[in-house]
């Protein structure tokens, strides 16, 4: 499990959602004012994502990285060619609410999934926060490729 955790500006949104796919701590707030973001970064050791040259100026927050692409593959690779990430356990947070996911029983997803997933597939996770379900179903096997694309 990695320790570098993120918050990322209004801005990047998306890159918040791919970073929480590779199972990054990743807080994403829209609309957060930039004193809010800041105070969030500083309280909870996380490195600011920003694509604000203005912000990325004026802060004293020694941990923000101005991101310059605007298309969030190729923010991804930037944000790999400028801080050195480490491994991290991939489809392991919710994508919505940033909470870690946990396996469940299938018996506990029975009624809660459409009929035809909960009979093609034997694993299942929760998010104990939101409470959605997940399952590796094609979603997973296409973000995969994408996230090779991005990241090469």
């Not at 356990?89 to 997933?117: T, W, Y």
Request: net charge positive; proline share 3%; glycine share 4%.
């Amino acid at each position: 499990m990695s320790t570098l955790r993120f918050i990322c500006d209004e801005q990047l949104g998306r890159l918040a959602k791919w970073l929480r796919l590779q199972g990054f701590d990743t807080l994403y707030e829209c609309p957060i004012a930039d004193s809010r973001l800041i105070q969030l970064a500083q309280s909870e050791a996380r490195m600011i994502l920003t694509r604000d040259r203005h912000l990325s100026a004026k802060t004293l927050w020694e941990s923000i990285l101005l991101i310059e692409a605007t298309h969030y593959g190729d923010q991804l690779r930037e944000l790999r060619e400028k801080a050195r990430l480490p491994k991290t356990a991939p489809f392991s947070r919710c994508l919505d609410c940033n909470f870690e996911i946990k396996s469940v029983s299938k018996a506990e997803v029975r009624g809660k999934v459409p009929e035809e997933v909960y009979e093609l597939y034997g694993e299942f996770y929760h998010c104990p926060k939101c409470r959605k379900i997940f399952w590796q179903g094609t979603h997973v096997k296409n973000s995969k490729i994408r996230l090779q694309r991005f990241v090469k």
